[in-house]
């Protein structure tokens, strides 16, 4: 196997910083001292802190649809949706919880994110259609994010989000 890449070693460094701490501290600075690396390669392969963190974005959001791909159903969908999320709960807030235009990233990333993801529950849902595709989503997303902030709080259990999801 090949040896990352400095703008992968970069990505892959802020995604770690993200895993670790969560978004609070995305300078340049703490992002290359994840990777590594030195501040000049964020200029050098990203032009700004921006790009980086963009990238990332779609880093984090490429792992979230990949997770969801083998699912051959909606209880698979939402297993494996809830699954990420306790997986990688800092990156899932900061796809589904970040506040982008703080980052300067381009909030159409959310939005493709989601159009992705409901692309796939409409394959997946028999029969279903976009709308009611995005409704499946909804209820789930909702779920899992109460689910996620509930545990990053240290309350897991203050609401019964296991009871919505098993709705489906």
């Known amino acids: ?43 050098s392969h990203f032009g700004n802190r921006k790009r980086l963190l963009a990238e990332v974005y779609r880093s984090c959001g490429d792992d979230l649809v990949a997770a969801l791909t083998k ?13 990420y999320a306790r997986k990688e709960p800092r990156h899932y807030q900061y796809l589904f919880a970040a506040d982008l235009d703080g980052f300067g990233i381009d909030q159409k990333l959310r ?4 159009a992705s993801v409901v692309d796939l529950a409409a394959d997946r849902l028999e029969g279903a259609s976009k709308d009611e595709a995005l409704t499946w989503w909804l209820r789930v997303h909702g779920a899992v994010w109460l689910d996620t902030v509930q545990r990053l709080a240290g309350d897991p259990d203050r609401f019964d989000t296991a009871a919505v999801l098993g709705a489906g």
């Open 111 to 114: 939005l493709d994110l989601i």
């Open 1 to 43: 196997m090949t040896s990352p890449t400095v703008a992968e070693q970069l990505v892959l460094g802020g995604r770690d910083l993200i895993s670790r701490e969560g978004t609070g501290d995305l300078s340049v600075r703490r992002l290359v001292e994840a990777a590594g690396r030195s501040t000049m390669c964020v200029y």
């Open 71 to 83: 699912a051959r159903n909606a209880k698979d969908l939402e297993r494996d949706y809830a699954a």
